[in-house]
């Protein structure tokens, strides 16, 4: 009786292993959540939602886009990692998650996260209405030296890279700017369009179709060099301000998420960012197509880490 009752003890207890095992090999089963920490419409939500059209064909499951927007980010990793790490909550990762926990504005970390690739990168650049009175970036810069009150600047959020990129351009230039935060890049756009901002400093990609269209005017890219689809926007290191800084995104999961359920996007992600139709599409969009895989990303976010850290000390930025 002994020995039987330890041998059905012993079963019991080997369940919940078995039955997580058997839920990561059917992996996966269900739609997976990508979520999209920033409202629709910006580049970090053309990204996603381009990439989740082109996994259809790598993918047993559909990727369903879902917006979190809020706190620069925070809200949607926040719901990323207080999920059940099962693989069917993705997150579109930014540069933020490196920037965030420095500002003291979130308690997670980019540790808190399976890398599992970095899909394409950004610079930060300055842009304007059509009808502004500043053609060059020369010319916005004295405007802002002179002006009685700061000029506004728009961003993505308090402790996002854009408001980072404006207070490095602060530093590197001695002027002051009035920084508006936004839900996301597309809000702070919408809003310059609306006159209701004198620029924004956000990435080539979020304002591409109004710079097509004629309503608004990129004065200077934050790269070291010119980016394609704006090859006459001259960079701010040939204007003479030495500065150079933007946005990366990847995807990640939560830790603790089955080692099955990890291969499996790393596996397609590497195949759905091969697709020409991916690259195509990013190229329409002006996204930087900047593919790596988990290693890459992994060294990205270590690296990023340290560097921001360094920053914001520097520039007083933490709340």
Do not use: C
Not at 16 to 35: F, G, I, K, M, Q
Not at 237 to 252: A, H, M, N, P, Y
Not at 285 to 297: E, I
């Amino acid at each position: 009786m002994h020995r039987r009752a330890f041998v059905t003890a012993l079963a019991g207890a080997s369940l919940p292993w078995s039955t997580a095992a058997l839920a990561a090999s059917n992996y996966p089963d269900r739609p997976v959540e990508l979520v999209v920490p920033f409202q629709a419409g910006g580049g970090t939500d053309a990204l996603a939602r381009a990439f989740a059209d082109a996994a259809r064909k790598h993918f047993s499951q559909p990727l369903v886009v879902v917006n979190k927007p809020g706190a620069s980010g925070a809200i949607g990793w926040n719901d990323v990692i207080n999920g059940k790490p099962e693989g069917y909550k993705l997150a579109v990762m930014t540069v933020e998650i490196t920037t965030l926990p420095h500002l003291g504005l979130t308690k997670f970390t980019h540790e808190d996260f399976v890398p599992i690739a970095r899909l394409n990168a950004d610079p930060a650049a300055i842009t304007v209405r059509a009808d502004a009175p500043w053609n060059t970036v020369e010319e916005f810069l004295a405007a802002a030296r002179k002006a009685p009150n700061p000029l506004s600047m728009g961003n993505a959020g308090n402790g996002s890279i854009w408001h980072l990129a404006a207070a490095s351009l602060e530093d590197r230039t001695g002027i002051t700017f009035n920084h508006i935060p936004f839900p996301g890049a597309n809000p702070a756009v919408l809003a310059l369009m609306g006159g209701h901002l004198d620029a924004v400093a956000v990435s080539p990609a979020e304002v591409s179709v109004f710079v097509q269209s004629g309503k608004l005017k990129t004065l200077a890219i934050m790269a070291d060099q010119r980016v394609a689809g704006f090859e006459k926007v001259p960079t701010l290191k040939e204007r003479g301000v030495d500065l150079s800084i933007g946005t990366w995104r990847g995807l990640g999961v939560a830790k603790g998420t089955p080692p099955e359920a990890v291969e499996a996007l790393k596996v397609m992600a590497q195949k759905t960012m091969g697709e020409p139709a991916m690259k195509e599409a990013m190229g329409k969009l002006n996204l930087g197509y900047a593919w790596g895989d988990d290693a890459t990303l992994k060294a990205t976010l270590r690296r990023d880490h340290e560097a921001f850290k360094s920053l914001i000390h520097k520039l007083g930025l933490k709340a």
